[in-house]
């Protein structure tokens, strides 16, 4: 099957530094990716979507100033968390799709963002 | 707007005994329907998937799911648990007929314990 590749897969920060998540699909075009933040216990709450060289589009209630999203290409995406505080810790998981035919989405590993 | 029900928090059974993890679903149109399961710490992995055609799907590492559409249902099953099972499951759905079709909505999850 399709891989997506998430980097780092854990990660430390200090308040108020920006944290870069990489998502990359390694053998599969990924027209659209997702970003997912899960808490402790809880199901996946999409963040935003992105489709490869347009902006994301953010779910209700999600600041899009302090979660960036670029998606650049079509093997790459980039969440940013800006300005990290405590409460942004989560562990993060993206996902990609290969688009108009989408019946399938591959995960990354995730990423586990520690803020302190 | 699509949604998926996971009545189950936990659900325990005995290494060797059959498994079920309940999910039904809510979406206007034709549904697309997902299991994934979760290891702690990790991503998401892909079991199967319900697009059309027969109602039984067969997935990976022996899992088999039903498609009951006058439920609304798409149980997960297992004929025989191993102590590796244990993990997190997660059902999801996604509809290509609305907008923003492509996006997965998941359930809370269902935490799945094979006691040995």
């Known amino acids: 099957g399709a891989v997506v590749s998430q980097h780092p897969s854990r990660v430390i920060c200090k308040s108020g530094t920006s944290v870069k998540i990489e998502c990359r699909s390694l053998?599969?075009?990924?027209?659209?990716m997702f970003w997912y933040r899960q808490f402790p216990k809880q199901s996946l709450m999409l963040m935003a979507t992105s489709n490869e060289g347009s902006k994301a589009t953010y779910e209700q209630g999600v600041e899009k100033d302090k979660f960036l999203i670029n998606h650049a290409s079509l093997t790459l995406s980039t969440l940013t968390v800006t300005s990290a505080h405590p409460e942004d810790s989560s562990f993060y998981i993206c996902s990609a799709s290969q688009g108009a035919s989408y019946t399938e989405a591959f995960f990354g590993q995730g990423t586990r963002l520690t803020v302190v | 707007a699509q949604s998926v029900a996971q009545p189950e928090d936990q659900v325990n059974v005995a290494e060797g005994n059959p498994l079920t993890v309940k999910c039904t679903y809510s979406?206007?149109?034709?549904?697309?329907l997902f299991w994934y399961v979760q290891y702690p710490n990790r991503g998401l992995q892909f079991l199967l998937k319900?697009?059309?055609?027969?109602?039984l799907v067969k997935g990976s590492y022996g899992f088999e799911a039903e498609f009951n559409k006058s439920q609304t249902s798409f149980h997960l099953k297992k004929p025989s648990a191993l102590v590796s099972d244990s993990a997190l499951y997660f059902c999801?759905?996604?509809?290509?007929?609305?907008?923003?079709?492509?996006?997965?909505?998941f359930g809370k999850g269902t935490k799945l314990s094979v006691i040995p």
């Open positions: 979406v206007s149109g034709n549904p697309y």
């Open positions: 319900y697009i059309t055609g027969d109602n």
């Open positions: 053998d599969f075009q990924a027209t659209t």
């Open positions: 999801a759905v996604s509809s290509p007929s609305g907008a923003g079709s492509y996006q997965l909505t």
